[in-house]
């Protein structure tokens, strides 16, 4: 009886444990579906976040974009808005001082002609003496008070007609006309005319409508729009063998800058570059700014000297070793990072504070407070720590930080070229300068119509920024090189007074 008791009881023990493993089973298929349900709304949410995560990344590029200006990127500082102006006005520090000349400011004053450059000379003399009424000679005083008044005599403009005479014969009555003089240019209009029509359009930057009628209400000359097209290209002509001079020139420099914008021709978009020297700025139109067509057009089959330019793509075909990267933009990259928030700020404002340490040393080493060797000395450390910031910066794989910073260090070779090297400069202002007059004649007039124009654009706008480099009267050297057209002669030389 004992045992089947004990037996019973074992077999009631054993169901009990049955049920409870069956609950449990039941409890754990419960949990292992309720994980399941939590699992699938954990990859929904995952895949919501990074969704959320794209749009902010989004929104932040757009804020970005349209926050963009001077300051902080590389757009002119013509494309600011009121906004904008109005912000930076803000964050400059109100001067104390008044507008106009201040205290010990060394003032300005017309300077007086050279007595064989005045054309007429009025003398005055008293005629009593102040003290005794006594009448007083005319005596002339070297040390006289001298005033000088500078007036533009009445445009006249000077007309020549050549006539050609037909005369008959007394024999036989034929009637026979005579030649053309050889004296007599193919244009209606004289070198001098020219070269004020083309100053005119291609150098000041008037639409042919307003140089039409400047030349009529000023000078008296009536030109019609045709004319001043056909002018623009004689012109063009004339000084196509100065500007092959220029480029010649620029190729050769030991230190060159250089940047490049849009063109358009004809509603079609080019590429405009610039190469500016010390002695010589050179223009070109080509057809697109990649690295090939910019090797064979601007810098010939060698490359000489250094090249001062921004990080574009399309000058990565010249050696590393012998660019400068423009410190300039790279100062506008770093506040715009430093305007975000979180690493991309922390990032951004680390890479301004050491970009106005350089500039500091820079300055100081222009204005001759420091020379060349403690230039170097300083520059070392400042280099050092700089390199390392971009290399953290890249690794810490911060979106739109990491990648601009890598490709900087692709131009590492070409930071610091101003340090090492006389001449060179850390920015690329010269270029950039130099190019603007180009922007701005193209927001004006969109543009040319033609491939002529894009050539009558360039040379004129070669000869005239570097005849000023070279103290050469822009006017005077294009109506020198219109004459030598006429005449068959060579055009003269940009450089005649220029040091080899």
Partial sequence: MDADRRI??????????ALELAERDEQIARLTKSLAERDADTEKLTKKLAELEQKVAALGAATEKTARNSSNSNLPPSSDSPADRAKRAKKKAKSTKKRGGQPNHRGSCRALLAADLVDDIIDSFPTHCEECAQALPETPDVDSTRFQVTELPAFEPHTTEYREHSVACPCCRHVTRAERDPRAPSSPFGPRLMSAVALLTGVYNLSRRKAARLMSDMVGVKISLGAVSAVE???SEAV???VQEAV???IKAKVKHTDGTTWYQAGVALSLW???TACATV???LANGKKATLSALLFGDKQRGVLVG??????KFWAMERRQVCWAHLLRKFVSLSERTGAAGRFGRELLDFTGIIFEYWHRYRDGTIGREALRKHMRPVREQVEALLERAVKSGTPHVAGSCADMLEHRAALWRFVDERDVEPTNNHAERELRAFVLWRKRSYGSQSVRGNRFAERLMTVAHTARKQNKNVLEFLTECCVAKVDGGEPPSLFESAAA
């Fill in 274 to 276: 610039v190469i500016a």
């Fill in 283 to 285: 223009y070109k139109v």
């Fill in 8 to 17: 019973a009881q074992l077999e009631e023990q054993i169901a009990k444990q």
């Fill in 233 to 235: 290209s004689r012109v």
């Fill in 310 to 315: 921004d990080r574009a793509s399309a000058l």
């Fill in 240 to 242: 196509a063998k100065p």
């Fill in 248 to 250: 010649e020139r620029v």
